[in-house]
């Protein structure tokens, strides 16, 4: 089982990003910023080109102590060394994917319901480690993501478990007094980092921003 810092949490994509370099460089500059994980997201990649991403996030980053995780694929993420992987409704079952990646490896889950929280607070203690929840508002960065859910229904979801929550979704700096207030163990981004003219700026002011009083 292991709990991630999740308080400014990267959601890489490769075309933002301008190409796999640019998701290397991109993450680089923004743990200097202060993100504290991040998540190898590419649903386009081939399983050969995604490993080949992930793996070189993984050499970037390997002296910093900053978590890798991979987004959907277990396969990918067992066969870079991943620290763990992320997986949505449409993946493979949380229990299996625990099953695979054993009892160290951290493993998240995408909900966007009532009834997702009620299934994923339902599975036995240690299967999932972080709960992405959301969209907080709709977002261009992912075209298949389920209605936005607004700060209300992520408090409530929240305070419904135990299992940590980490908002997505449209989510910006102006919003991390909302997040925090709501119980949000942090913030998830893509566009806000990705993409950005200068991602170690765009990462320090969600810092600056959790890190505030």
Partial sequence: MSRIDASVYLVTDTVLCGGPAGVVDTVRRAVTGGVSAVQIRDPLASTRDLAALATAVLDALRETGIPVI?????DVALAV???GVHVGQRDLHPLAARRLIGPAAHLGLSVSTEAELRDALMLPDGTVDLLGVGPIRDTPSKTDAAPAIGFDALAAMCA?????CVAIGGVKAADIPELRRAGAVGLAVISAI???ADPAAAAATLRRGWDAP
């Fill in 194 to 196: 990705c993409g950005q």
């Fill in 160 to 164: 419904a478990g135990s299992v940590p």
């Fill in 81 to 83: 060394g991943a620290h």
């Fill in 70 to 74: 991979v987004n959907d694929r277990v």
